[in-house]
């Protein structure tokens, strides 16, 4: 079964997909919409024309990207659904599901390299240039022309840069101490994954909490505090002294004295045949349709460990789904299926030691791979990034986020605090040094 | 024959890519990136790159010291949106 809606939607407005009327929640994110119309199939890939579904559900990766109103290349699990919104698969022949250029996959079972190939004939060499160009592409240029769009400007004495546990705390406490303070959140809700986690957390002061009520109680505190709240605002690169973010329908320019990094962590990826399936995504994309009333699956195979797995799993038995494993990594052979998964294949060891690969039948799989901070904004900002041996982590001062680079914090799972406490306390502390440095004038 | 085994979804690098670029002697993250193109799509490496640098060390490359360097816009926007921004025309001498 694929994905549906666990209760009727209370108001729905209508999405024209490819010609098909689909209902919607009027600003749930397209791509959930898709979702819990069934349809996780949503483009496909740049080369070999793979088919390709959300994977994150959170503009980590290239699953969700369709042609929105004539425009090419928008991340539908970020965009709020309207009515009459006309959305369209991209850079295939045929439909999603039956893509001509699939071909392609066949013809290079091992892969391509094009540093080498076509290269013995200038003519020949030309001639297939030109039908790479046709086969490899992303999309067409924009139906009509559009006008230049307005540019909001901002200022403050900081800018935190993600909405969630640690950002939330980082902006509330600075501007308790009275500094000016904007904060930019890419999704539409405040929380990050906390708005997502469907269990229980423990925050710094050893109280447990249900995840999405701390979610609120931060989001709250961070208002109540006076801090400028934009959500649906995607910080896209820092620039000198300013930083650019991306509104749905305008760009905004920061301008801060302190730049707080809590950009928290990438879902990450696991290598194995089949992971770049339609159905296969990281837990916590699972756990975002759960939060948006989408179930994704009646049968869910979970890879990997931890609480996302645990909190995954009870959820969906909560709500009589059916849940496989959870199994090790380096027991996952291959996820199976045309346009999407239909099992999984898994080693087990028999008896006698030996190894048997047993295919178990599901319509999703949900992994948990190692988290991947998001470094990406903080080092262009000139904070130092190392690599643990799982991922790339930004460096920062363990008590309070300062990063080397001057007027630069990076803190929580960003700058690789894994607890919720630990992150808690670091987000307070820097909050405090930015506003006091700001006051004090350094 | 096996299916590929994609490990940078954007630019449709498989982990076959990686082990043929530590073959060819690309043994840090940065050539391999070069080499394969893995990161160097839609999302930047978000995705991939930890994924990636972990199989390159497998594959018996260096391991990293830093990352690969991500190039901003890290999130799809619209040139209309970016044409917004060009300065204020400076004075053409009109009067």
Same mark, same amino acid.
């Given at each position: 079964m694929p994905p549906r809606r666990l209760v009727a939607p209370p108001q729905t407005v209508t999405l024209r997909v490819d010609g098909h009327e689909i209902p919607a929640i009027a600003g749930e994110p397209v791509a959930v919409a898709l979702a819990a119309a069934g349809r996780l199939l949503l483009a496909r890939s740049v080369k070999y024309h793979r088919p390709r579904g959300p994977a994150c559900f959170a503009a980590r990766c290239d699953g969700c990207l369709m042609r929105v109103d004539g425009t090419g290349n928008v991340m539908t699990c970020r965009t709020p659904a309207r009515e009459g919104m006309r959305i369209e698969t991209q850079n295939v022949i045929g439909s999603a599901d039956t893509d001509l250029l699939a071909a392609t996959d066949w013809f290079f079972p091992g892969g @391509?390299?094009?540093?080498? @190939?076509?290269?013995?004939n200038k003519l020949l060499n030309r001639a297939m240039q030109k039908v790479a160009r046709r086969i490899a592409g992303i999309g067409e240029l924009p139906s009509h022309e559009l006008a230049a769009a307005p540019v909001r400007d901002l200022f403050g004495d900081v800018l935190v840069i993600g909405g969630g546990a640690a950002g939330l705390m980082a902006a509330a406490e600075a501007a308790r101490a009275g500094a000016s303070v904007v904060l930019l959140e890419e999704a539409a809700e405040l929380g990050g994954a906390l708005r997502v986690f469907p269990g229980a957390v423990i925050d710094d002061a050893g109280r447990a909490w249900n995840a999405v009520t701390l979610a609120d109680e931060l989001a709250d505190e961070a208002s109540r505090a006076g801090v400028r709240v934009l959500t649906h605002h995607a910080a896209v690169g820092v620039y000198g002294a300013e930083v650019l973010a991306h509104a749905p329908d305008y760009a905004v320019r920061v301008s801060a004295q302190r730049l707080v990094f809590a950009t928290g962590t990438n879902e990450g990826a696991l290598a194995f045949e089949g992971a770049d399936l339609p159905g296969v995504m990281g837990v916590r994309a699972a756990c975002t349709l759960l939060r948006h009333?989408?179930?994704?699956?009646e049968r869910v195979a979970i890879v990997g460990e931890g609480d996302w797995c645990t909190s995954l799993a009870a959820a969906l038995l909560a709500r009589r789904a059916e849940v496989v494993g959870p199994f090790a990594h380096d027991a996952v052979k291959r996820a199976r299926g045309r346009a999407g998964v239909r099992a999984l294949e898994v080693a087990r060891i028999d008896a006698e030691g030996n190894e048997r690969v047993e295919r178990l039948d599901c319509d999703l799989v949900a992994y948990a791979a190692p988290p991947s901070p998001a470094y990406e904004l903080a080092e262009q900002a000139g904070a130092p990034v190392r690599f643990d041996g799982v991922a790339f982590v930004v460096t920062s001062d363990s008590r309070d986020g300062r990063a080397a680079a001057s007027g630069v914090f990076a803190t929580g799972a960003c700058a690789g605090m894994q607890d919720l406490a630990a992150t808690l306390a670091q987000a307070r502390a820097a909050g405090r040094t930015v506003a006091a440095e700001v006051r004090d004038g350094r | 024959m096996a299916d590929k085994i994609i490990v940078c979804r954007c630019e449709d690098v498989s982990a076959h890519d990686l082990e043929e670029a530590v073959n060819r002697g690309y043994r840090d993250l940065e050539s391999v990136k070069r080499f394969t #193109?893995? #990161?160097? #799509?839609?999302c930047q490496g978000k995705q991939c790159v930890a994924l990636c640098a972990r199989l390159l060390v497998a594959a018996g490359g260096e391991a990293p010291t830093q990352p690969i360097t991500p190039r901003p816009p890290f999130h799809p926007v619209p040139l209309a949106h970016l044409a917004g921004l060009a300065p204020k025309r400076v004075d053409e001498g009109k009067p």
């Amino acid at each position: 079964m694929p994905p549906r809606r666990l209760v009727a939607p209370p108001q729905t407005v209508t999405l024209r997909v490819d010609g098909h009327e689909i209902p919607a929640i009027a600003g749930e994110p397209v791509a959930v919409a898709l979702a819990a119309a069934g349809r996780l199939l949503l483009a496909r890939s740049v080369k070999y024309h793979r088919p390709r579904g959300p994977a994150c559900f959170a503009a980590r990766c290239d699953g969700c990207l369709m042609r929105v109103d004539g425009t090419g290349n928008v991340m539908t699990c970020r965009t709020p659904a309207r009515e009459g919104m006309r959305i369209e698969t991209q850079n295939v022949i045929g439909s999603a599901d039956t893509d001509l250029l699939a071909a392609t996959d066949w013809f290079f079972p091992g892969g @391509m390299n094009h540093h080498e @190939m076509f290269t013995a004939n200038k003519l020949l060499n030309r001639a297939m240039q030109k039908v790479a160009r046709r086969i490899a592409g992303i999309g067409e240029l924009p139906s009509h022309e559009l006008a230049a769009a307005p540019v909001r400007d901002l200022f403050g004495d900081v800018l935190v840069i993600g909405g969630g546990a640690a950002g939330l705390m980082a902006a509330a406490e600075a501007a308790r101490a009275g500094a000016s303070v904007v904060l930019l959140e890419e999704a539409a809700e405040l929380g990050g994954a906390l708005r997502v986690f469907p269990g229980a957390v423990i925050d710094d002061a050893g109280r447990a909490w249900n995840a999405v009520t701390l979610a609120d109680e931060l989001a709250d505190e961070a208002s109540r505090a006076g801090v400028r709240v934009l959500t649906h605002h995607a910080a896209v690169g820092v620039y000198g002294a300013e930083v650019l973010a991306h509104a749905p329908d305008y760009a905004v320019r920061v301008s801060a004295q302190r730049l707080v990094f809590a950009t928290g962590t990438n879902e990450g990826a696991l290598a194995f045949e089949g992971a770049d399936l339609p159905g296969v995504m990281g837990v916590r994309a699972a756990c975002t349709l759960l939060r948006h009333g989408v179930l994704p699956g009646e049968r869910v195979a979970i890879v990997g460990e931890g609480d996302w797995c645990t909190s995954l799993a009870a959820a969906l038995l909560a709500r009589r789904a059916e849940v496989v494993g959870p199994f090790a990594h380096d027991a996952v052979k291959r996820a199976r299926g045309r346009a999407g998964v239909r099992a999984l294949e898994v080693a087990r060891i028999d008896a006698e030691g030996n190894e048997r690969v047993e295919r178990l039948d599901c319509d999703l799989v949900a992994y948990a791979a190692p988290p991947s901070p998001a470094y990406e904004l903080a080092e262009q900002a000139g904070a130092p990034v190392r690599f643990d041996g799982v991922a790339f982590v930004v460096t920062s001062d363990s008590r309070d986020g300062r990063a080397a680079a001057s007027g630069v914090f990076a803190t929580g799972a960003c700058a690789g605090m894994q607890d919720l406490a630990a992150t808690l306390a670091q987000a307070r502390a820097a909050g405090r040094t930015v506003a006091a440095e700001v006051r004090d004038g350094r | 024959m096996a299916d590929k085994i994609i490990v940078c979804r954007c630019e449709d690098v498989s982990a076959h890519d990686l082990e043929e670029a530590v073959n060819r002697g690309y043994r840090d993250l940065e050539s391999v990136k070069r080499f394969t #193109g893995f #990161g160097t #799509g839609w999302c930047q490496g978000k995705q991939c790159v930890a994924l990636c640098a972990r199989l390159l060390v497998a594959a018996g490359g260096e391991a990293p010291t830093q990352p690969i360097t991500p190039r901003p816009p890290f999130h799809p926007v619209p040139l209309a949106h970016l044409a917004g921004l060009a300065p204020k025309r400076v004075d053409e001498g009109k009067p």
